[in-house]
């Protein structure tokens, strides 16, 4: 891609590589890996083509076949830092 970050407005050329990226939907957490995405190498923003998030949409919608359980903690911070 070759236009202008929309968040940092670098002049810089963004670069595919493969991302890790996290949803949620109805309070089910999906983490997708190797996601094809546009990352600008200045801010790191990353951007997505229509197929690839129109993938994790539908993926979204049952419990893939190739999908794996994952452990993880959630921790509320709600104490300010002081």
Request: net charge negative; hydrophobic share 35%; proline share 7%.
């Amino acid at each position: 891609m070759n236009y202008p970050c929309e968040f940092c407005d670098t002049d810089q050329e963004q670069v595919q590589k493969p991302v890790t990226v996290t949803r949620q939907r109805c309070g089910q957490w999906f983490i997708f890996e190797q996601v094809p995405a546009w990352v600008c190498p200045n801010c790191g923003h990353r951007y997505f083509e229509a197929e690839t998030m129109e993938s994790m949409e539908a993926h979204m919608t049952t419990t893939p076949n190739n999908a794996r359980p994952v452990t993880a903690w959630a921790i509320s911070l709600t104490e300010r830092a002081g």
